[in-house]
């Protein structure tokens, strides 16, 4: 392990218990009041010793190099990118890390009568604690709840309905898809919210269970076409062969990275816009508005691009609809902040929140055929899954480092152009393989 200089610096760490103990015992005790004390732990350690301390602890065999080089700017560099804390924060915790910190003066453990105890003895208690209360398969949990969201992500639905629609209908009935699921995002938080003030988080999150196992039972209805009702002829080609094919299209890898943008936009939007009203100036409940708004518009914005879709050329579409999102970020980020600009803000961008899906789905679904339909269109949603961990992150990291969402709100522009201008040269016509059909 690599660390700055700082590691060297002496310090007294505490036990939180004897925290405790001390802020409790020091209320109303008549040798305490009107006087000032420092608290510390019966250790005096580095910061080196105590990372070999807990390595020794959890059984880990570390080798600790210090240099000399990592300035401070970039050991705060480190500690914000890896943990939740903010910049400057991070900043004055690092500058701090080069004065030691020892314990002077009066004894209070003394007065009191609390036991201390050694950094060893305190990093036990807090592991088991922590093993105790937080277990280790929390992350595990979180990874299942990750892999229910992937495995129920709008491809499947979407490969689904694909195989059962001809090319002349086959993007307005994705449209259909699309905008039943917005409407389950206008609803959403207006409920939660209704019933996180009303009942609580229990009642809540029951109502969902409920929901997902009338999801799971309408799943088993669901079911592709037989290859006698296929609408196209029979494909032998194997899912490599098909990634391969995939892979070697220069339309498809564009329609790749467009979506990682389309990710970008909407995870920015939905993660960011409650803070970025408030900052400039407006109530929470608009942030709530706004993203009940662009649910609501979502509906017909994906209606009407799945219509158009099946009408007219659908890289068109979906180069107007990046140029059109950078258009409605920009009037959004430049006008006076009010109520009405973030109405319009979310009708806007509402419109075109997910109406990318139609026509992104319906190229794919045209350039290689139904049969590999939601492993070919898997991969571009996750591009924009991808996108979308970029947009929330950056969104952030901008916030923090700079103290507004402008570079954000930039970027977010800037990606609008690239994807408008990236979907222009896509050629929408199957690939040979099904031209020889």
Not at 73 to 93: C, D, G, K
Not at 133 to 139: I, L, S
Not at 152 to 163: C, F, L, N, Q, R
Not at 245 to 254: D, I, V
Request: with cysteine; glycine share 8%; aromatic share 16%.
């Amino acid at each position: 392990m690599i660390t700055p200089k700082w590691v060297k610096t002496k310090s007294q760490p505490i036990a939180i218990r004897n925290v405790i103990e001390f802020l409790t015992g020091v209320l109303l005790h008549p040798k305490c009041i009107g006087k000032a004390f420092d608290i510390g732990g019966l250790s005096i350690l580095t910061y080196k010793e105590m990372l070999y301390g807990y390595a020794k602890n959890r059984g880990l065999k570390k080798l600790i190099i210090t240099l000399p080089i990592m300035t401070p700017r970039l050991s705060s560099y480190w500690l914000y990118f890896v943990t939740s804390t903010s910049y400057p924060l991070a900043v004055n915790l690092v500058k701090s890390m080069k004065s030691e910190v020892l314990v002077k003066g009066d004894r209070l453990h003394e007065i009191l009568n609390v036991k201390l105890y050694t950094y060893d003895e305190a990093m036990d208690r807090a592991i088991k604690f922590g093993e105790r209360f937080f277990p280790a398969n929390r992350v595990f949990k979180q990874t299942l709840v990750g892999i229910g969201l992937g495995g129920t992500a709008i491809s499947i639905p979407m490969s689904i309905v694909g195989k059962h629609f001809p090319l002349s209908n086959r993007t307005i009935a994705m449209s259909f898809v699309t905008a039943v699921g917005s409407f389950g995002y206008f609803l959403s938080p207006l409920f939660t919210n209704y019933s996180l003030q009303a009942y609580g988080w229990n009642y809540t999150l029951f109502i969902f269970f409920i929901l997902l196992i009338v999801g799971l039972i309408i799943a088993f209805f669901v079911r592709s076409p037989s290859i006698t009702e296929s609408i196209e002829q029979t494909s032998q080609q194997t899912a490599k062969e098909a990634l391969s094919e995939a892979f070697s299209n220069k339309s498809y890898m564009l329609l790749v990275f467009g979506f990682f943008v389309c990710g970008f936009h909407i995870t920015l939007v939905g993660t960011h816009v409650p803070k970025y009203v408030i900052d400039r100036g407006l109530e929470s409940w608009t942030a709530a508005a706004i993203l009940s708004l662009i649910g609501l518009f979502n509906i017909f914005g994906s209606l009407l691009s799945g219509y158009l879709s099946a009408k007219m050329s659908k890289k068109i579409i979906l180069s107007a609809i990046y140029f059109l999102r950078g258009l409605s970020i920009i009037f959004f980020i430049f006008l006076p902040a009010s109520v009405t600009t973030a109405f319009i803000f979310g009708a806007s961008f509402g419109f075109l929140w997910l109406s990318t899906v139609p026509a992104t789905s319906g190229i794919v679904a045209h350039l290689f055929g139904t049969k590999h339909l939601g492993l070919l269109y898997g991969i571009v949603f996750l591009s924009h899954q991808i996108g979308s961990f970029f947009g929330a992150y950056l969104g952030g990291l901008f916030h923090d480092l700079y103290g507004s969402y402008d570079y954000a709100w930039y970027l977010a522009i800037a990606l609008s152009v690239f994807a408008g201008l990236i979907h222009l040269p896509i050629k929408e016509q199957p690939v040979e393989r099904l031209q020889k059909a």
